[in-house]
């Protein structure tokens, strides 16, 4: 069964910390590259962080500094620690392989940071 679920995100004031985890099938997390999504009102989904199998990570611009992206290989998990969050940094979140290899989205885990 192929499933992706995000956990951790809540609301909080700005410059507090997050971790975000997200367990996914072994279908879809092994030798796979993982990423972070997210998602605010009205815009695109982008992808702000991921990482190898091995562990190389990249980041965007935005988030670069602030977030670490790592993994658990033997726990077909990812995380994405957040700290120094603003309100830009407001968006449901999600994981997935990087590129996107199956049309398959868990539900998200929504962040509201407020200022």
């Known amino acids: 069964q192929l499933q992706l679920v995000e956990s951790g995100g809540g609301l909080v004031q700005t410059g507090r910390s997050l971790r975000l985890s997200c367990v996914a099938s072994?279908?879809?997390?092994?030798?796979?590259?993982m990423g972070w999504y997210r998602q605010a009102p009205g815009n695109q989904r982008e992808l702000v962080a991921w990482?190898?199998?091995?562990?190389?990570?990249n980041y965007s611009d935005s988030v670069k500094g602030r977030f670490t992206i790592s993994r658990d290989n033997t726990k077909n998990t990812v995380y994405l620690q957040m700290n120094t969050l603003n309100p830009e940094d407001s968006a449901v979140y999600y994981c997935?392989?990087?590129?996107?290899?199956?049309?398959?989205w868990g539900q998200g885990t929504q962040v509201t940071v407020s200022s």
């Open positions: 072994t279908f879809i997390f092994k030798n796979n590259r």
């Open positions: 990482i190898t199998w091995s562990g190389f990570t």
């Open positions: 997935n392989t990087s590129p996107v290899l199956l049309a398959k």
